[in-house]
């Protein structure tokens, strides 16, 4: 593997100098920009534009332990849901920082739901109380994400740059000192020297074919710190939500998890509650039982989908509390009052990413990662619902914070070599689209929600033969690049599900079903160097 996608010389190209330069536009990005803007100049960069986010696609909510809502047992259930595998101190931080930073977006506008003027907290699979804010019904990620743009389009001291693609990080030994990015538009490379670097390019759902995740959602933050020699962690810990729509022709929309929170109930197609057989909690079980268990139910009955049910609850609270889900489903002929939703599993967040310290820190100086690209260990081997938009806000301000009080503007020396890449060219040109949709269906049947031995080998050795000749390929456009970023990906995550032969979480082996806390209760941590390339 190359070190860079793109041959560049880096002389030569047009190049921006910022004091720090944050990648990508949702919660943890918006929020380490806010942060930063105090003292330094900060540009923002993000491929799409700056709306095309998961952040405001967040449906049911932010958890937080803020009024008489508990934070010792918003921690315990965290812990409970993360199957071991949390780390308990950035828990207890995400936590209990979370209260100030939820109150400071109420402060400053987000128009949190109510119930007679109180706070309307909602409850959500594995939470043992009410403690999810939502906003405009199921609308709360648009609402978060809106007050926190207009703030960035306030602040003098924070350029945003939308269809400006990342494509590579720049380093020398292990020091980052900037990004090379491609203005989409123009179709031209662009140097950006910074005194840090903020990686907030959200997840990879879309390397499956089943996935709640926007288009944006490829990777390419791993991808990238993982060439520059960043530090992966639990990189096979990828949740599945249990219910996505599954109707012929509509996308994969998210029906939120908080609908069963609410009280609708899941129906196998012959009209069995199945779930009340599995787990004390019912629908309200963890994400990764609930999804298991609908696998399970579709496999026995040869359904391609079982149902979710509103029938018996109120009408007007349907309509209040989720008038996205309810004006979609009705798009595609689906009233939700009347009749029930069909649902199945699809891949929809990354609880594995590039290792990061309490400020987002990671292995290379200089270069920080935060929200869901990073692994700070708050999730464990399966998230609890609600916490991703929590993590993002205050590990985006902490980073923040340590590159405010520890980075001065002496960056020391970097080299503006010329970058090339090993001469390649074919006869014929590559069909991205073909080899996406087959690296999809392959992540969806090989490293999806049940993985055995012989299907992850498969899956290694399949990737490893599209890579050598797409990693070759010198593309010049973002598809061609966040193809290449997806196959390192997948390779990653078939990489540690192989490793990890026990089942924990979301990581489910039908070859090892047990949890083994002797052997496994760890982190599987891999670099570039574990690849032989
Ligand atoms: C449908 C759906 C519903 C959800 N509901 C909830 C919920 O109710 N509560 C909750 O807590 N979590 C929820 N989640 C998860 C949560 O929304 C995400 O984990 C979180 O918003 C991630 O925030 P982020 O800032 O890390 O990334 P994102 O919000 O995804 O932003 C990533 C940004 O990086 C940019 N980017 C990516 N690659 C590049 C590149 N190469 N160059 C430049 N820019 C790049 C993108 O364009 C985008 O701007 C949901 C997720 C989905 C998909």
Partial sequence: MDNFLTSADLKKIPSLQPDVVVVGSGIAALSTAIELAQKKNVLIITKSSAVNTATAKAQG???????????????????????????SKMVRIMVDEGIEFVNKLIENGVAFDKNDKK????????????????????????????????EIYKNP???LLEEHFEIDLLYHEDVCYGVLCLDCKYGRLLR??????????????QIYRETTNPEIATGDGVAMCFRAGAMLSDM?????????????GAPRFLISEAVRGEGAHLLSLDNKRFMVEQHPLAE??????????????????????VLLDLRHMDKALIQKRFPTISALCLEYGVDITKNPIPVRPAAHYMMGGVKTGEYGETNIKRLYACGEVACTGVHGANRLASNSLLEGLVFGKRAAKHILENLSSDVGYFPLNEIKRKEFSRATPLDITDILLSLRALCWRDIGIYRDECQLNDAEKNITFWEQYVLREEFSSREGFELQNQLTVAKIIARSALIRKESRGAHQRIDYPD???????????????????
């Fill in 284 to 305: 309200l079980a963890p994400r990764d039982i609930v999804s298991k268990s609908i696998i399970n139910i579709m496999h026995e009955t040869n359904t391609s989908h």
């Fill in 236 to 248: 096979e810990f990828v949740q599945f939500h249990p219910t996505t729509l599954y109707l012929a």
């Fill in 192 to 205: 950006i020297d910074s005194q840090a670097v903020v990686v907030a390019t959200g997840g990879i759902g």
């Fill in 515 to 533: 949890t083994d806390d002797k052997k496994w209760k760890t982190h599987i941590l891999l670099s570039r160097k574990d690849f032989h390339d």
């Fill in 61 to 87: 909510g932010i958890a937080a332990a803020i009024d008489e809502v508990n934070a010792t047992s918003h921690l315990d259930d965290t812990l409970l849901a993360g199957g071991g595998l949390c780390d």
């Fill in 119 to 150: 706070i309307a907290f909602t409850l959500e699979g594995g939470h043992s109380e009410r403690r999810v804010l939502h906003a405009e019904g199921d609308a709360t990620g648009k609402v978060i994400h809106k007050s926190l743009i207009e």
């Fill in 157 to 159: 001291k924070i350029q």
